[in-house]
């Protein structure tokens, strides 16, 4: 019961990280964003898949064995709306004007975690695997690289909205910082948790020196702590900038990532009632270097000329 | 020109909105941008301490049964000196579990930038139900407060796991932990409540107040995998609302639907834990 609930959860978790995720991409390439009906659509169908895998979590519950292998088609199926949106994701940097900003760092570093994450997953879906790795640090190694990732998709989402929600920008240095330490501290923190795994480290055990077969790998949990606790203290480098930037930053004009959707034509920060004039809406989120426009970015409720509009479909 | 004139309107039509005091602006406001903001100060706390209880656990797991460092004011039997015990460390990671889930990750990528970013998003002047919205984030803040209030009850906070698995959660004496446990269902099931009238929010919003010419086709995927989330929540809430009140019932009200109640001395793991897994299948 609790894992019918708790599968779909997990995915309004994530859901959230990669909207996020494809704007700011497609933002910060000047590229539409590749397949955006593939993208809606996959959506749909990760969200319908997440209510008939909850069985995965109960492999090992001595429940039928028909019935798992059920569970573990459906959850092999879910990896291909995921490897849509990846793919899509790769799509849309190919090529790409890429402007290495803190949010697209972020959202770049949500991307390649998320792909750990989604290896990671695909072999615990399988039944026989999954028995050997059941309820060890590998489980936690994966869940760690698709949840915590998705803080990597929120740090993107505070450093990309945060002139629009306080009408300053953050500091650009600091949140450079911060994304490297974050970057390379949770790869620190959580890659050796596979290892863990497989060597047979139980998760949520009290003290793994009481166990004869896990003493050789203690080195890797002193390291996981090590870089646990650098990746925490990184985290400062956020607060301040957070607080920082929410007095003294650089007051934001309208625009500041020359972005498409309509949030950017409010003032920042928006004021009651959020726009001056009701909006009206001409084209897709994602017209990027779009050849009507001479600047790289056309944004959606900006009308062009009647021969520019007859050529836009 | 027409601009400016639509803008001098609209400015006239809510020059009564100046009058708002403190009270409304900051605390009890209704307008969608603060309540994103409120969303993303309260996520941003309870960052703070779910990262600290992650920080213990590491601390246990490389240097077990060590003292760790500045912990050492939390009085026994929760930690001896600094120590953490069996128990307690049960809590944490449970604890550090609930609390990154459901009031980090949560609170800001669905309540802060669902709110902050779909009506801007899509063009409309605020959400559909901006009463609603004010509701959904004060009933989730004390929920946070219930949820942090189990870290001061005898017995400590929930520590049967964030999945919470009978026959753990449904037996105080298994995991020692009484009270906490309680307050966790109890919190958890007002959570529910208040994601409840969010993600009524968000859809309602989306399907019917979307700026002239913004097709469902013409929506930035934010909005769109924030559709679909609040659809998931929707559906998905209900059935642990219901899971959370019959755990409530088995551990207040002396029913059984997740732990059989014949032979409770003999209750053990494996008998206890086939029938609640037979339970899951059936519902």
């Known amino acids: ?81 995921s490897a849509i949106k990846t793919f899509n994701w790769l799509g849309t940097l190919w090529g790409g004007n890429i402007r290495f900003t803190a949010p697209m760092l972020f959202a770049l570093g949500f991307v390649s975690n998320f792909i750990i994450g989604g290896l990671s997953g695909i072999f615990m879906a399988s039944t026989p695997v999954d028995i050997y790795i059941h309820d060890t640090y590998y489980i936690v ?32 240095k600091l949140g450079k910082i911060h994304f490297v330490l974050t970057y390379i501290f949770f790869n620190g923190a959580f890659f050796p948790m596979h290892f863990l795994g497989v060597a047979g480290h139980m998760r949520r055990i009290y003290n793994p020196t009481q166990y004869e077969f896990l003493q050789p790998m203690q080195h890797w949990n002193v390291f996981i702590t090590v870089s646990a606790l650098i990746l925490g203290a990184s985290q400062i480098f956020f607060l301040v900038n957070f607080f920082w930037s929410l007095f003294a930053g650089k007051k934001a004009e309208r625009n500041p990532w020359q972005s498409n959707t309509l949030e950017w034509i409010a003032t920042s920060p928006p004021p009651h009632g959020n726009f001056e004039a009701q909006p009206v809406v001409y084209r897709g989120p994602y017209e990027y270097s779009s050849p009507e426009v001479k600047e790289d970015w056309l944004p959606q409720d900006k009308q062009l000329g009647a021969g520019a509009a007859a050529r836009a479909h | 020109m027409s601009d400016t004139v639509a803008a ?58 060590t003292a760790v460092p500045g912990f050492s004011f939390i009085p026994e039997p929760y930690m001896y000196g600094g120590i953490i015990p069996p128990q307690t460390y049960n809590a944490l990671f449970t604890m550090h579990a609930t609390i990154m889930i459901f009031f980090v990750v949560m609170p800001i990528m669905v309540g802060c930038f669902g709110n902050f970013l779909i009506p801007l998003m899509i063009g409309t002047r605020d ?3 901006p009463k609603l919205n004010m ?49 966790w269902i109890i919190s958890l099931m007002i959570l529910g409540i208040s994601s409840l009238m969010g993600s009524i929010n968000y859809i309602t919003t989306i399907v019917n107040m979307r700026a002239p010419g913004m097709s469902y086709f013409r929506m930035p995927l934010t909005v769109w995998s924030l ?53 899951r299948f059936i519902s």
């Not at chain 2, 019959?246 to 209750?267: A, H, I, Q």
């Open chain 1, 141 to 172: 190694a994966h869940f760690h690289y698709v949840v915590a990732g998705i803080i990597f998709a929120l740090f993107a989402a505070v450093y990309y909205w945060f002139p629009k929600m306080f009408g300053r920008m953050m500091n650009e």
């Open chain 2, 8 to 65: 001098d309107a609209a400015h006239a039509a809510h020059a009564h909105h100046e009058e708002l005091g403190f009270l409304r602006t900051y605390v009890f406001s209704t307008d969608h941008k603060m309540i994103g903001r409120q969303f993303l100060f309260l996520g941003l706390f309870m960052l703070l301490i779910g990262g600290t209880l992650a920080m213990m656990i590491r601390w246990e797991l490389a240097w077990p049964e």
């Open chain 2, 127 to 129: 959400m559909a139900f």
């Open chain 2, 135 to 183: 509701l959904s984030f004060w009933v989730g803040a004390v929920s946070g407060v219930v949820m942090l209030a189990s870290f001061f009850v005898p017995g400590g906070p929930a520590a049967s796991g964030w999945t919470a698995y009978a026959t753990l959660s449904a037996k105080a004496q298994y995991t020692g932990v009484d009270w906490g446990q309680d307050l």
């Open chain 1, 1 to 81: 019961m609790f894992w019918f609930f708790g599968h779909p959860e997990v995915y309004i978790l994530v859901l959230p990280a990669m909207g996020v995720t494809s704007d700011l991409l497609s933002t910060f390439s000047r590229k539409p964003i590749f397949g955006y009906h593939a993208m809606a659509f996959s959506m749909i169908a990760i969200a319908f898949l997440s209510w008939i895998v909850w069985g995965h979590h109960m492999f090992v519950s001595g429940m039928n064995p028909l019935l798992g292998t059920a569970f573990m088609m459906t959850t092999m199926v879910i990896a291909v709306p």
């Open chain 2, 227 to 279: 559709f679909v989330t609040a659809i998931l929540l929707l559906l998905a809430l209900p059935v642990l609302t219901a899971a959370l009140a019959m755990l409530l019932f088995d551990r207040t009200l002396g029913t059984s639907f997740f732990c059989r109640k014949v032979e409770e001395s003999r209750c053990s793991g494996s008998t206890c834990f086939g029938s609640s897994a037979t339970r």
